[in-house]
């Protein structure tokens, strides 16, 4: 079993739409959590941390379920430009950053 | 703004051939990092350091090695490029959890 996981998607939204992603993570030592934002052909760029009390930014949210071993991002008023793969990223101890596959967004026009 | 630089966008090297991927930051962050990402397998971290000199395995560091010679500079070394290291390559740097990306390079073995 992979130590973080996400459903690749793709997931093909109308703009406008509400969307959200799950990522669930193995170990329970788990320290960190973030979600990163990567566009076709770029690097990955952080997007937002996920703290346990949960925490929004703009149309964007962002939750931590520990008992469960989830993150959540959730995406309201979908723009195109959302379009992209977002990565899960949990990290372990100091050094130790592990990354989901990515989940794939469309936003259609 | 943070800046991660990489030497090349794309490389197209032969196989045996001894490839040097660089990696340049410019805030003087203590911890930098290597990766591979290829389809369906994410982001694997191949080597990291936390500081100049230091280096630490990452998940996949069989058939490379790293050199941090400079604080700003850590240095990716395929010693015999192989097919199957054909693959994005990304360095990052970090002053703690938030991770700082280059742009990547492509590197293609043939």
């Known amino acids: 079993r992979k130590e973080v996981e996400q459903d690749p998607g793709p997931f093909n939204v109308p703009e406008g739409a509400t969307v959200a992603f799950n990522c669930t993570y193995s170990?329970?030592?788990?320290?960190?959590f973030f979600w990163y934002r990567q566009d076709c052909r770029k690097e990955p760029k952080l997007l937002m941390s996920v703290y346990s009390s949960g925490n929004e930014d703009g149309r964007f949210t962002a939750q931590l379920n520990r008992a469960s071993q989830y993150i959540s991002l959730l995406i309201r008023d979908s723009k195109l430009s959302d379009s992209a793969t977002y990565l899960c990223v949990v990290i372990k101890g100091t050094y130790k950053y592990i990354f989901g596959t990515g989940t794939r967004l469309k936003v259609l026009a | 703004d943070v800046k991660v630089t990489q030497s090349s966008r794309y490389l197209v090297k032969r196989t045996g051939e001894k490839v040097f991927l660089e990696c340049v930051q410019d805030?003087?962050?203590?911890?930098m990092f290597w990766y591979r990402q290829d389809p369906g397998l994410g982001l694997r971290l191949i080597y990291f350091s936390y500081d100049v000199k230091m280096k630490e395995k990452g998940d996949i560091p069989e058939g490379y090695s790293v050199s941090r010679e400079k604080k700003e500079r850590f240095s990716l070394i395929l010693e015999s490029a192989s097919t199957n290291q054909t693959s994005m390559y990304l360095c990052?740097?970090?002053?703690?959890?938030?991770?700082?990306f280059g742009p990547g390079t492509r590197l293609t073995v043939l």
């Open positions: 170990n329970s030592a788990s320290q960190s």
């Open positions: 805030m003087d962050h203590e911890n």
């Open positions: 990052a740097s970090s002053p703690g959890t938030e991770q700082f």
